[in-house]
Structure formats: structure tokens, C-alpha cells
């Protein structure tokens, strides 16, 4: 089989809304989109993982993959920051960066923003954006732009940095972000395989993601 992997090591933006590929033309490939802020500082080595996936859908209330279900899935981004040098903090207060993974359940999600003044994609949505999870700050922002779609059956990574100035006027700033899609088996459910495969692939393509040595 054939594998496609869109690979992307620089901050990158599309003009158009742009839906993903018809998969079926991919022989069954996955696609793996990465970016990250040039400017931001990847060496501080702790970073801080929620025990569980958040599901974005059409209700009103978030919901989660939690315990064996979240698992493949989370332990696949501990091993790959373990390699890159990071340790993973127990309380998110002594970590340096967070790492937020949602999958995108049953809708279509645009994404446009040319800088962190514009609104977010993800406004209003329920969770851990905006309810103070991370911290003091007003509201997420990437420091570089973009325009693209999410798809069902994706799975979003967002790297967000702790050490940023907090306060009710300041805003989080995503310094990593991945997009995993065609993740999807012909019953439509995730393959976890594949998933997994993609997580690897997204730290393959993101070279610049290592910790100081200590």
C-alpha cells in the first residue's frame, strides 16, 4: 500500500478553505500536517498531559476518551516526547509546555486567522478553552497564520506554552500544532494503528521539538 504523508516544517497558510483529499484516491493513506512558531523556545523540558481525549462534536457539553480508550493514543505522545528529552510533570503548575489532543467526532471544523487579533476557530466551544484549565489567560492564539479545514475522524494535537505571561488580558500561545486525518476504518471508526503511526510521524517531520540536555 501506498502511504501519503503531507509533511510540513514550516509555518504555512492556504488561501481557500481546502477540505481534505478523497481518501479513497489515497489507497486508504493518513495525512499528517505539522506547525510551529519559529520564535518559540522548545528546550525547557517539562510538559504536562491531561489523562484524557477531548471529543469535539455536536453537543453541548464536551465529552472524553478516558482509561483504555485514550490510552494508545496518549501513550503514543509520552513516548515520543520522552525520546525528544521532555519529562512529564504530575501537577501542569511545574510543567513548561501543555499538550491538549481532541478528535474531531461528527462535524467540520474551518480554520482562518492571519494573526492572534482575529477570531479564534475554536470560540465558544466548551472545555478546557477558556475555562482557566491551563492557567490565567484570557484566550489560545498561534503566533503564526493559517487556513485549513478539520475533518471527522481527525485528531488535533495543540502544544501550548505555560511560561507565557499570564493575566485576564493575555492570550496562550499555541507554539506546536498537528493535524492527523484518514484515520478513519471503512466502518468509520478510528484505526488506532494508524493513529499511532501518525502521532510518530508528526515527530519525525518536527525535528526542532527537543529539550535542552540536562
Known sequence: MKKLVFIILAVFAFVACEKDPDLSKLDNDYLVFTTYDKKANFAPNMYYLPDSVMIIGDKEKPEYWKGEQAAPILDAFKTNMTKRGYTLATDRTDADF????????????????????????WWGYPGYWGSGYWGNWSNWYYPYPVVYSYSTGAILTEMVNLNAEQGNDKNLPIVWNAYLGGLLTGSNKLDMTLTVRGINQAFVQSPYLKAAAN
Open 98 to 121: 501543555g499538550l491538549q489532543v481532541s478528535y474531531i467526532a461528527s462535524t467540520y471544523y474551518f480554520a482562518g486567522y492571519n494573526n492572534y487579533d482575529n477570531p479564534y476557530w
